[in-house]
Structure formats: C-alpha cells, structure tokens
Nanobody, 122 residues
Framework: VQLQASGGGSVQPGGSLRLSCTVS????????MGWYRQYPGKPRARIAV???????HLEESVKGRFTIARDNAKNTVYLEMDSLKTEDTAVYYC?????????????????WGQGTQVTVSS
C-alpha cells in the first residue's frame, strides 16, 4: 500500500492550490483519509479528514478556505486550498487510517504519503 501526494508548490497570498493523494496497491477499501501539515520544528497536525461515505471535518484554521473531497473509485483524496495565507506555508501530508486489501481482506493501518511543500509568499 502506497500513498502518493502531489500538487504542492508556491503561490502568492490569496491564491489557490489543489493537493491530491492516491492510494495504490491491492486496495479493497479505504476508510478515513485526511490531510495534515507540519511547520518546521512542530509536530504534524491534522487539518482535514473525510470518511469513505463523505463525512468531513476541517479544523477552524482552514474552515471556509479549504475543502476536502474524495473519489472512492480512484482511491484519491483532494484538498482544495483557496484564499491561501502566508501562515499556510508548511509541508502537507496525506494519510489513510485503515486500508483493507482486496485479495485477502486484511486491513492495514496508519498509512502516510510523502510530504509536499506548500509555500505562500509574495
């Protein structure tokens, strides 16, 4: 099971970016997926999560500016980031809490994608 994140980059304040993260492998089902971000010297912090039936939660710091969505057929989660601020500059990580294998039904836990840098600067 692998998570591959993409879509980071540099943008000016007020701009937008869209992050994507795809789960690959022998995938039967993916439960909750989410996005975290990490500032230098700080622990990773959750900012958005979405269940496999589409229920989502966003932290207050991003609510109203970020949107999380997923495509279960593609095993992909998205983070649409609008009205970006300099304080959104961080490394962003995607995660999946439970992935059940198609062939065996075995469920594996706590998967992380590689980080993707988001830089908001004028």
């Amino acid at each position: 099971v692998q998570l591959q994140a993409s879509g980071g980059g540099s943008v000016q304040p007020g701009g937008s970016l869209r992050l994507s993260c795809t789960v690959s492998g022998d995938i039967g089902s993916v439960n909750e997926m989410g996005w975290y971000r990490q500032y230098p010297g700080k622990p990773r912090a959750r900012i958005a999560v979405i269940t496999n039936d589409g229920r989502s939660h966003l932290e207050e710091s991003v609510k109203g500016r970020f949107t999380i969505a997923r495509d279960n057929a593609k095993n992909t989660v998205y983070l649409e980031m609008d009205s970006l601020k300099t304080e959104d500059t961080a490394v962003y990580y995607c995660a999946a809490d439970e992935v059940c294998l198609k062939s065996t039904g075995q469920c594996l836990y706590d998967h992380w994608g590689q980080g993707t840098q988001v830089t908001v600067s004028s």
